[in-house]
């Protein structure tokens, strides 16, 4: 039987493709210089954020974490969000965010959904909420399959006793520790490809129908 659930957040929980863009978009801007520098491994994961929040200093240099709870507050759930979760917790599996979204808007799906594990990246804060310009790298975005096989780890639950659920190919490396995984509104070939379900409707409910099979004994 599934004990646990991962997901992927921006794309999958909520209606937008990306947390971070949404901070861009917010202040007109976009960082597609640095996704280009990352995508061409010409920095890492923590300098990638270091570029994000450069970019917002441009705009805000007083940017706070409440100014991030505040932007990020208008981000909406996918439709059909808590009908799944609450399927879910119906049937006593636990669930689980692994994403490279902003922890800020993982923690406010987390409350919404009555998720039990939320893990985001982030941004480093003075004691007064203000940004340090440094990252906190929880989810290296090509790293998902270790950091879910640590949680499974710290909870005991086995890849045959795991289903994931994701959209694009980053998500790939959650479907190989897991015996169940739904590509939903799959944005790419790969993820379809590596996904034993697929759900194309724009309801995140339909992603029941295809773990119900292996929820029940």
Not at 26 to 52: C, K, M, P, T, V
Request: proline share 4%.
């Amino acid at each position: 039987m599934l004990r646990l659930v991962a997901f992927d957040m921006d794309g999958t929980l909520v209606d937008v493709e990306s947390s971070w863009r949404v901070v861009h978009q917010y202040f007109g801007d976009s960082n597609d210089e640095g996704l280009r520098r990352f995508l061409a491994n010409e920095i890492d994961d923590e300098e990638f954020i270091q570029s994000d929040i450069r970019l917002w200093w441009s705009h805000a240099p007083e940017l706070s974490l409440f100014d991030l709870e505040r932007i990020l507050a208008t981000v909406p759930l996918m439709p059909g969000a808590p009908a799944l979760f609450h399927g879910l917790r119906s049937r006593g599996i636990r669930t689980a965010i692994v994403s490279g979204g902003l922890d800020v808007l993982a923690r406010r799906v987390a409350r919404e959904l009555g998720i039990d594990v939320a893990l985001a990246n982030g941004v480093r804060v003075t004691a007064d909420g203000r940004l340090t310009g440094e990252g906190i790298v929880r989810v290296p975005i090509h790293g998902k399959e270790g950091v879910l096989a640590r949680l499974q780890e710290q909870l005991g639950v086995s890849p045959e006793e795991t289903a994931s659920v994701g959209n694009s190919e980053i998500d790939v490396g959650l479907f190989r520790r897991s015996r169940v995984s739904v590509a939903f509104r799959p944005e790419d070939a790969a993820v379809r490809a590596a996904a034993s379900a697929v759900v194309t409707d724009h309801d995140l409910a339909r992603v029941l129908d295809a773990l119900v099979p292996f929820a029940t004994p």
